[in-house]
């Protein structure tokens, strides 16, 4: 359904906007995929995503929620196999297509050949490799949770890779979470669930669904996920899950669905350290063909504690500088390069610019959220507003208080009043989420 709205977005943002100075960009920009009211889109590279940040943005998302009558969040994906002359996805990733529908195609080059194993995530690559190659002997279902960009989709689709490299017949559905909703609501819509439970019952020999945390609260698709599930583990067919907590963590997740991953294994992945950090960086860079001196590495890896999607980012923009000044890449290029985007800076990081975010989100001022109303309409997005900036500044709560013209006790509690609202109430937390999203901001805990 936000494919549509993004569809949608687009023509109308051809229609009425400036043609020259937005379809190249626009040319270049694919929908990643969709949760509640955040849509991720994939970008070429690092370069590109700055660029739109800055000046496509707010366009992009004026026509979206105007289509929509609701706030949307909207953040970006680094997807190399973009390439600059846009062509449509299905031609640049050549992916092979498992099933005719387009949202269960696994990428080629997320296998375990190019996934970098360190101590962080070695327990969750050999129980995946052991479930690749003995689907439903070991592990089943196979659990695997960690935080944002640390390779769980990766791993989920290094199973299916190497399930279909091994027997190229097998049917191996990889689909998000999302996409599964999705499916479930066309086809009570079109009241096609015969056909819905035939392919997820019978014609599926391993099921691997990403990003599950995306049902909390969703109660229909849980009851549906759970007869799926039940359907093919009675068939002995593999069920490999990820979701970014442990289950029993994941609020608004059913006993009964939960109690199920208890069944098989439940693995985390852990942030990488150093070496795997530099590691995972000089097997990116062969990747995309560039020679990246250890040095540079190691600067790289330093400038980003974790995130893998985000030390890609970082690459890719050396990468994408060196090529545009026809430079080698060396440690003083990639110094000038970054010091644009040290991380103090980034725009989730500043109290400002998390302000006129929320505000924008709420559909109130900024100057209202900094302003002495107490009405409800302001108390909430002005409480996030302080949520964020303690979560995405190093500002003490004094200097935040400096910030909001408050005293710190009331930063204080308002960041402790949504922390606890966003434990007690998943359409809350998912609100809370997406807009940490669309400021670039980590999720926490
Ligand atoms: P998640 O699904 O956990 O948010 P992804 O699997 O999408 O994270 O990983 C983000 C990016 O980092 C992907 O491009 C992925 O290929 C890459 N990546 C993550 N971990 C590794 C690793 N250990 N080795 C190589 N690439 C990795
Ligand atoms: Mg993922």
Same mark, same amino acid.
């Given at each position: 359904?936000?494919?549509?709205?993004?569809?949608?977005?687009?023509?109308?943002?051809?229609?009425?906007?400036?043609?020259?100075?937005?379809?190249?960009?626009?040319?270049?920009?694919?929908?990643?995929?969709?949760?509640?009211?955040?849509?991720?889109?994939?970008?070429?590279?690092?370069?590109?995503?700055?660029?739109?940040?800055? #000046?496509?943005?707010?366009?992009?998302?004026?026509?979206?929620?105007?289509?929509?009558?609701?706030?949307?969040?909207?953040?970006?994906?680094?997807?190399?196999?973009?390439?600059?002359?846009?062509?449509?996805?299905?031609?640049?990733?050549?992916?092979?297509?498992?099933?005719?529908?387009?949202? *269960?195609?696994?990428?080629?080059?997320?296998?375990?050949?190019?996934?970098?194993? /360190?101590?962080?995530?070695?327990?969750?690559?050999?129980?995946?490799?052991?479930?690749?190659?003995?689907?439903?002997? #070991?592990?089943?279902?196979?659990?695997? *949770?960690?935080?944002?960009?640390? /390779?769980?989709?990766?791993?989920?689709?290094?199973?299916?890779?190497?399930?279909?490299?091994?027997?190229?017949?097998?049917?191996?559905?990889?689909?998000?979470?999302?996409?599964?909703?999705?499916?479930?609501?066309?086809?009570?819509?079109?009241?096609?669930?015969?056909?819905?439970?035939?392919?997820?019952? +019978? +014609?599926?020999?391993?099921?691997?669904?990403?990003?599950?945390?995306?049902?909390?609260?969703?109660?229909?698709?849980?009851?549906?996920?759970?007869?799926?599930? #039940?359907?093919?583990?009675?068939?002995?067919?593999?069920?490999?899950?990820?979701?970014?907590?442990?289950?029993?963590?994941?609020?608004?997740?059913?006993?009964?669905?939960?109690?199920?991953?208890?069944?098989?294994?439940?693995?985390?992945?852990?942030?990488?350290?150093?070496?795997?950090?530099?590691?995972?960086?000089?097997?990116?860079?062969?990747?995309?063909?560039?020679?990246?001196?250890?040095?540079?590495?190691?600067?790289?890896?330093?400038?980003?504690?974790?995130?893998?999607?985000?030390?890609?980012?970082?690459?890719?923009?050396?990468?994408?500088?060196?090529?545009?000044?026809?430079?080698?890449?060396?440690?003083?290029?990639?110094?000038?390069?970054?010091?644009?985007?040290?991380? #103090?800076?980034?725009?989730?990081?500043?109290?400002?610019?998390?302000?006129?975010?929320?505000? +924008?989100?709420?559909?109130?001022?900024?100057?209202?959220?900094?302003?002495?109303?107490?009405?409800?309409?302001?108390?909430?997005?002005?409480?996030?507003?302080?949520?964020?900036?303690?979560? /995405?500044?190093?500002?003490?709560?004094?200097?935040? /208080?400096?910030?909001?013209?408050?005293?710190?006790?009331?930063?204080?509690?308002?960041?402790?009043?949504?922390?606890?609202?966003? +434990?007690?109430?998943?359409?809350?937390?998912?609100?809370?989420?997406?807009?940490?999203?669309?400021?670039?901001?980590?999720?926490?805990?």
């Amino acid at each position: 359904m936000l494919r549509a709205l993004w569809d949608e977005a687009c023509t109308s943002v051809r229609a009425v906007e400036d043609q020259q100075l937005f379809e190249p960009w626009l040319e270049c920009l694919r929908f990643h995929s969709a949760t509640d009211r955040s849509i991720v889109l994939a970008a070429p590279n690092r370069l590109y995503v700055d660029w739109i940040r800055e #000046n496509l943005h707010a366009v992009l998302l004026r026509h979206l929620e105007a289509k929509a009558g609701h706030p949307i969040a909207l953040s970006y994906e680094l997807d190399p196999l973009l390439s600059v002359a846009a062509k449509p996805v299905v031609d640049v990733d050549a992916t092979p297509v498992i099933d005719p529908e387009p949202t *269960f195609r696994l990428n080629q080059r997320k296998t375990f050949d190019t996934f970098v194993v /360190g101590n962080g995530n070695q327990f969750a690559n050999a129980a995946c490799r052991n479930v690749a190659e003995q689907p439903a002997c #070991n592990y089943n279902p196979l659990f695997l *949770f960690g935080g944002v960009g640390l /390779g769980k989709t990766h791993l989920l689709q290094a199973v299916g890779n190497r399930i279909r490299e091994r027997d190229p017949s097998a049917h191996v559905l990889y689909m998000s979470a999302e996409d599964f909703t999705n499916e479930l609501i066309g086809a009570i819509q079109k009241k096609r669930m015969d056909e819905f439970r035939d392919r997820f019952r +019978r +014609r599926c020999d391993v099921l691997l669904v990403d990003d599950i945390q995306v049902l909390a609260t969703r109660e229909r698709t849980q009851e549906e996920f759970v007869h799926t599930f #039940n359907a093919l583990h009675a068939d002995g067919k593999q069920i490999v899950v990820s979701g970014d907590r442990y289950p029993k963590d994941i609020a608004g997740l059913e006993d009964r669905l939960r109690s199920r991953f208890d069944w098989g294994l439940v693995v985390d992945i852990q942030a990488p350290d150093m070496e795997t950090r530099v590691a995972i960086l000089q097997r990116r860079a062969l990747e995309e063909g560039a020679t990246l001196p250890r040095d540079v590495a190691f600067f790289i890896a330093q400038r980003c504690d974790g995130n893998v999607r985000e030390l890609e980012g970082l690459l890719c923009r050396v990468v994408a500088f060196a090529g545009f000044h026809k430079e080698p890449i060396t440690l003083d290029g990639a110094r000038r390069w970054l010091s644009a985007i040290r991380p #103090n800076e980034a725009p989730g990081h500043n109290v400002d610019h998390i302000v006129d975010q929320v505000a +924008r989100h709420y559909r109130v001022k900024s100057t209202d959220i900094r302003g002495k109303r107490r009405t409800k309409e302001i108390v909430e997005p002005r409480q996030l507003a302080m949520y964020f900036a303690r979560q /995405g500044t190093d500002l003490s709560y004094p200097e935040l /208080g400096r910030h909001f013209e408050r005293d710190h006790t009331t930063v204080l509690y308002a960041v402790e009043k949504v922390e606890c609202q966003r +434990r007690a109430d998943p359409a809350f937390e998912l609100r809370v989420d997406g807009i940490g999203r669309s400021l670039g901001l980590k999720k926490k805990g």
